[in-house]
């Protein structure tokens, strides 16, 4: 994707330190569950993680399958597979769908334990290690695996802090990892859709400049879906923040507040109120 570049320099301590401890902890694991938002199924996708994983087994799986416009986000999961991924199209909400994750690992890792029968060994627990961006859905995967909450959830970066192992009941053993990023964020597009996704701090850009951004693409892409939420039609997006605006009661001194505005709008798509939705398009 050909993108206008930007500089944005967002690279806490923990994720270096996290990539460290990934790295040496590698030759324990059996296979890798890379995780993306299904709404951002490139901007989510760890620009070096091959660098990072080497040559590990791996299973690209996509979550958020109940926010993502499913006509788009299906041409990614099919460019992914040409690449050779396995992909899995996934709403965490669903047993069904989890359980997919469960059979793939199982049908991956079959050659590891043929090997170990042949051997008269029994059955390896098998160590996936769980990888991707912040905010897409890592602890909800871990916490449907284990059957219970093991690690909080939240709408938000930066809830887990380190790695740690987690014992399920399925012949599987998890490693959990904060989620990491790239030092630089250089396409101005990926900022943009890892902001509005919640998978970079909203502070980082400014608010403002992320609801311009998606008030513009849900006018250019999803105008029924701004008309749904809003009551607007297609118009400029000045006017877009003064319908909006009178809708909630955004307004100081006969002033647009366009702060409240952005934030509605923001919280709006991280929440889900606005869904079918997503910023990458091949």
């Known amino acids: 994707m050909n993108e206008n570049k930007t500089n944005i320099n967002w690279y806490p301590g923990h994720m270096a330190k996290t990539r460290r ?3 040496a902890e590698l030759q324990n694991i059996d296979i890798v569950y890379e995780v993306i938002d299904a709404r951002i199924p490139y901007s989510s996708k760890i620009k070096d993680i091959d660098s990072l994983i080497k ?19 299906q041409k990614w999961v099919e460019y992914y597979e040409k690449l050779g991924y ?19 690992t199982y049908e991956i890792t079959k050659a590891i334990q043929a090997k170990r029968l042949s051997k008269g060994l029994k059955e390896k627990t098998i160590r996936a290690v769980v990888i991707g961006v912040p905010n897409v859905g890592k602890s909800t995967l871990i ?10 959830v939240e709408n938000r970066p930066g809830v887990t802090k380190d790695l740690n192992y987690l014992k399920t009941d399925l012949g599987i053993v998890l490693l959990d990892t904060p989620g990491i990023l790239w030092p630089k964020l250089e396409e101005e597009k990926v900022a943009l859709n890892l902001a509005a996704t919640g998978s970079i701090k909203k502070e980082v850009l400014n ?9 513009n693409t849900l006018t250019n892409l999803y105008p029924h879906l701004l ?56």
């Open 21 to 23: 401890k990934i790295t």
């Open 55 to 73: 040559n590990k087994k791996r299973i690209l799986i996509m979550t958020k399958k109940d926010l993502c416009d499913l006509k788009v986000t």
């Open 86 to 104: 396995t992909v899995l199209l996934v709403d965490l909400k669903e047993d069904k769908d989890y359980k997919k994750v469960i059979t793939s």
């Open 143 to 152: 916490n449907k695996m284990t059957g219970k909450k093991s690690v909080s």
């Open 207 to 215: 608010i403002d400049e992320i609801c311009v951004y998606i008030l």
């Open 227 to 282: 008309e749904e939420r809003y009551g607007v039609t297609q118009k400029e997006v000045l006017e877009i923040y003064a319908e909006i605006a009178k809708k909630i009661g955004a307004f100081q001194n006969n002033e647009i507040d366009y702060e409240k505005v952005s934030n509605r709008v923001y919280n709006d798509l991280i929440s889900g109120n606005i869904r079918n939705i997503t910023l990458d398009v091949l």
